[in-house]
């Protein structure tokens, strides 16, 4: 039982950074029906961000104070990621908008490689460790199993990830269903003519879902610093595909479908490690995803696409 | 395509030596205006004028090219040639017009006067700036959204000024309650107007034909245009919702100033209410009149009103309007 409780602990934990990533893929589908691939990578230079803006914090400024640091470094990762987020929209995404189905897909993979190779050649390849900043935690359980006592932990670095995220997702569920902005992408990912018809600025909107999905995916990449202690320029490829993974699952184009999909995959690997083999991990995860999608072709909270005649 | 007989059409509507009302004072002018696509002429150099605080109707066979004039005004395609000029404020400020079309600039203004040359702007700013609106035959509302979001939509840029760009918005920002209160106030009055207050917060989607079609009318409304374009709003209507629909366009044309201009099949509706008509065939002008002068234009009754109609067509004039159209028909089929 003990062990079950850590097991969903740390799969939540996991959960909530692949559900931030996958918002982004699912958010850019919803409006414009393409497929970011590039959007792990943004995660991945959101990571890279928040190690630079760590580091030149500590060791060129001297702060100490931790909560301050991160605050900062949370701040400056999601603007600089943003203004990422926005130029790969702007410069390889925009011009292609009217072009066939496929050609944005292509750019996509073609800009994955490009932040890939650029973060290689500029930061190198090696792992960027930093030393575990937020260590300790709490006891919530204590029991005996045949192996001996056996405690669950629910670390202050855990604690602080989910509480994130869920801040993050009310407010970003406000956003979207409050304000000016989130209707207008409502508006547009349901009919984008019609909305510039009525006065909305339809590219910009996009611009800014590409923003908003870039600086979900900052505070993930901050996460995963924090988490695991080391990056390096490849962790966007994976972390992209399981959260693309995570956004199908929960149904691409839903909001909740997203951050459902990203806890369950979460779930998933974490339980799979603890019971099974550690190996196959992934294996599980992406059979899950298509045994879901043979049964719920639209995902788990996706609406299914009714054909107009 | 374009027949001797119509070719020659665009002088025999009935040119009377006084000035019309809207000649003096559009509020859009169309000129010249030419739509292809390939081959294909959907609209040939059609020139016509909406008078200020006029419901004009655009009428025509199907295929005349009425829905692509509309798509044309409000941006929807960038017409091959020709210039769409839309005004606000009284008179024909040719001025200003041709400083617009010299200085290869979009728009133009003047204290409260502006001109706008919609061929140039893009689609968002032509309902932004120039406040043209329009509703379409097909209807396209934001299905999975509320009534009321339809029209909150169409609100977007005045509360996105007033949330600063959404960031006021979040954060409850008390000018942004004060924008948005005052947006849900004008909904709130179109949908009592349009008798679609009980459905507020339906989906647009769940909502029968003719709400759907009167809540297209409130969200174009909600813009607060100064011309609002209609595409066959009578069509699929009943009777009696087809009476109600005449009494919301007058009183839209009464009570707000709004310009109107429609595409429509209904005789009934275009001739009850109508201040001026133009009528298309094969993508040019074969009348432009008011509703009795168009009626008994002998070039509409052959082209569109009464071809087949044996009462119609016992007027010697029609008849031979009709045997030259006839003879440019099969002239054409032995040429192609």
């Not at chain 2, 507020?200 to 009167?214: F, H, I, N, S």
Request: with cysteine; glycine share 10%.
């Amino acid at each position: 039982m003990e062990y079950f409780v850590q097991q969903l602990i740390n799969g939540l934990t996991l959960g909530s950074i692949y559900g931030l990533i996958a918002i982004g893929y699912t958010m850019v589908y919803g409006i414009i029906g393409m497929i970011n691939f590039a959007h792990g990578d943004i995660f991945m230079i959101g990571s890279f961000i928040a190690l630079a803006t760590f580091l030149i914090l500590t060791t060129v400024f001297g702060f100490v104070f931790l909560p301050v640091v991160l605050l900062i470094v949370l701040i400056v990762a999601m603007l600089f990621t943003s203004a990422w987020g926005w130029t790969v929209e702007r410069l390889a995404y925009r011009p292609l908008r009217g072009s066939f189905r496929l050609a944005p897909l292509i750019t996509a993979i073609g800009m994955s490689i490009v932040l890939q190779n650029f973060v290689q050649v500029t930061q190198g390849a090696r792992n960027k460790p930093i030393p575990p900043q937020i260590q300790g935690g709490i006891t919530i359980m204590e029991g005996m199993t045949e192996n001996g006592r056996i405690a669950v932990q629910l670390s202050y670095m855990q604690m602080i990830i989910i509480a994130t995220t869920v801040l993050l997702m009310i407010g970003f569920t406000l956003l979207i269903t409050k304000t000016p902005l989130g209707r207008a992408q409502r508006a547009c990912e349901q009919d984008r003519k019609m909305a510039a018809l009525l006065g909305v600025n339809v590219d910009r909107t996009i611009s800014l879902t590409f923003v908003m999905g870039a600086a979900l995916a900052s505070v993930a990449g901050l996460m995963f610093l924090l988490l695991y202690g080391v990056i390096d320029f490849y962790i966007g490829f994976l972390a992209g595909v399981k959260a693309f993974t995570a956004a199908v699952l929960g149904g691409i184009g839903s909001l909740p479908g997203a951050m459902l999909g990203g806890l369950l995959i979460g779930l998933i690997e974490v339980f799979w490690s603890g019971y099974f083999t550690i190996e196959y991990k992934d294996v599980a995860a992406f059979s899950i995803l298509a045994i879901v999608l043979i049964f719920m072709p639209s995902g788990l909270l996706g609406k299914p696409e009714v054909e107009k005649v | 395509m374009v027949s001797a007989s119509q070719s020659a059409a665009p002088a025999a509507a009935p040119m009377t030596g006084e000035q019309r009302k809207w000649d003096i004072d559009p509020v859009l002018t169309v000129e010249h205006l030419t739509m292809r696509f390939g081959g294909l002429v959907a609209v040939n150099d059609l020139s016509f004028n909406v008078g200020r605080g006029d419901i004009t109707a655009l009428i025509g066979p199907n295929g005349a090219g009425k829905t692509t004039v509309f798509n044309c005004v409000t941006g929807f395609y960038k017409p091959t040639e020709g210039r769409t000029v839309m005004r606000h404020g009284a008179g024909l400020l040719q001025d200003m017009v041709d400083e617009v079309t010299a200085g290869g600039l979009r728009s133009i203004r003047d204290g409260d006067k502006a001109v706008f040359l919609l061929e140039r702007m893009p689609d968002f700013e032509i309902s932004q700036f120039a406040r043209v609106a329009r509703t379409f035959q097909n209807i396209r509302l934001f299905g999975g959204m509320t009534v009321l979001e339809n029209l909150m939509v169409a609100q977007h840029n005045t509360l996105m000024t007033a949330s600063i760009y959404t960031i006021g918005g979040l954060i409850g920002l008390p000018g942004y309650r004060v924008a948005e209160k005052a947006a849900k106030e004008k909904a709130v009055y179109w949908l009592e107007r349009t008798r679609l207050i009980e459905r507020a917060d339906d989906p647009a989607a769940d909502l029968p034909y003719g709400d759907q079609r009167r809540l297209e009318i409130a969200r174009a409304m909600c813009t607060e245009p100064h011309l609002l374009c209609l595409d066959e709003p009578a069509a699929g209507l009943n009777p009696r919702e087809s009476a109600e629909l005449n009494e919301l366009l007058q009183f839209i044309r009464a009570e707000h100033a709004t310009s109107i201009l429609l595409i429509e099949h209904d005789m009934g509706v275009v001739m009850e209410i109508s201040d001026h008509v133009v009528v298309l065939d094969y993508g040019v002008k074969i009348a432009d009149g008011d509703a009795i002068q168009v009626k008994n234009d002998p070039k509409v009754i052959a082209a569109y009103l009464g071809v087949d109609d044996e009462a119609e067509i016992d007027i010697p004039e029609v008849r031979k309007d009709l045997e030259e159209v006839e003879q440019a028909a099969s002239d054409e089929g032995s040429a192609s």
